[in-house]
């Protein structure tokens, strides 16, 4: 089992719909989550970054921790076609060396 | 003004021959990376260093030898080049909290 899983997708909404992009994740000492945003043919950049439990909110975006499930969201409210790309979960533990990155879910917000 | 550069953008090369990545990052991170991202988007981890010594080495044939000549790069090079090399290889560096910042990419396509 992989310690991190990502909903495999492809999601494909109407624009202006709420969009959930959901991760799971199996080893209790991840301690920061992060969620990367890919186009395609460029490389991924960082769109939220969060280290607690709750909800961190950045414009359309929010990103939401339940460590007690092992369960980490991104919701994007009024999705727009400029949404369409493909979005990572990725988490850390502390000197652990490296992220683990989650496969990857492709979004495509039609007009 | 790039933060993490790669060279070059495109390679494409015949089976058997010896390639090189170069990597450089601008943002005084001290640890680089470079991943493996295949046609279905998965991004693996290849190797990880820190102030230019190695950290991970994600059973990566050795036919690819990372080297960093400095913390501000990253080069990669990979001998008798196979088909399934064929993928993008991003170079990343990070935070002391592992938010990663990505390079363009590097397109290998092996004939």
């Known amino acids: 089992q992989k310690e991190v899983e990502q909903d495999p997708g492809p999601l494909s909404v109407p624009e202006g719909a709420i969009v959930s992009l959901n991760c799971t994740y199996s080893n209790s000492a991840f301690q920061y989550f992060m969620w990367y945003r890919q186009y395609s043919r460029k490389g991924p950049e960082l769109l939220m970054y969060t280290y607690s439990s709750g909800n961190k909110e950045d414009g359309r975006f929010t990103a939401q921790v339940d460590k007690s499930s092992k369960y980490i969201s991104l919701f994007i409210r009024d999705s727009q076609p400029s949404d369409s790309a493909t979005y990572l979960c990725?988490?850390?533990?502390?000197?652990?060396?490296?992220?683990?990155f989650g496969d990857g879910t492709t979004l495509t917000v039609k007009p | 003004d790039t933060a993490v550069s790669q060279t070059p953008k495109y390679l494409v090369t015949q089976m058997g021959n010896d390639k090189s990545i170069k990597c450089e990052q601008n943002?005084?991170?001290?640890?680089m990376y470079w991943y493996k991202q295949d046609s279905k988007k998965f991004l693996k981890i290849m190797f990880s260093y820190n102030n230019k010594e190695l950290i991970i080495n994600e059973t990566v044939p050795n036919r690819f030898s990372p080297k960093s000549p400095d913390k501000a790069h990253l080069n990669l090079h990979i001998n008798s080049l196979e088909l399934g090399d064929s993928a993008v290889y991003f170079c990343?560096?990070?935070?002391?909290?592992?938010?990663?910042?990505f390079g363009p990419g590097t397109r290998l396509t092996v004939l």
């Open positions: 943002l005084g991170h001290d640890t």
């Open positions: 990343a560096s990070s935070t002391e909290t592992d938010t990663q910042y």
């Open positions: 990725a988490m850390w533990i502390p000197n652990a060396g490296k992220s683990t």
